[in-house]
């Protein structure tokens, strides 16, 4: 029940904490999901089994997708907070 004594303190605190929500959420989708981009270029590189829908566009093309996809998700996550120092920023 200690929860509640912050619910003014949220309150008052809505727009910033919603920023740092809508920060938040597409930070960790991104680095969530690199992980599994670069999983999926090695085991095409390793001819193991992949997602379905990549086996479907072929070897080639496959891997230049996700190559392509790789930078994405930090690329956009740095691009909403160009004011912000990300630490994700690719040079």
């Known amino acids: 029940m200690g929860w509640w004594r912050m619910v003014p303190y949220f309150w008052s605190e809505r727009k ?11 930070v960790a989708f991104g680095n969530a999901l690199q992980p ?5 270029a090695v085991s095409l590189m390793r001819q193991e089994p992949i997602l379905p829908w990549l086996q479907q566009l072929g070897a080639t093309s496959s891997l230049k997708l996700l190559i392509g996809l790789l930078p ?3 690329i956009w996550c740095c691009k909403g907070c160009s004011a912000i ?3 994700a920023r690719v040079s």
Do not use: D, E, F, T
């Not at 910033?16 to 597409?26: D, R």
């Not at 599994?36 to 999926?40: D, E, F, N, P, Y």
């Open 16 to 26: 910033p904490i919603a920023l740092a929500l809508g920060l938040l959420v597409p």
């Open 36 to 40: 599994l981009l670069l999983g999926q």
């Open 72 to 74: 994405w998700p930090r």
């Open 85 to 87: 120092r990300c630490k």
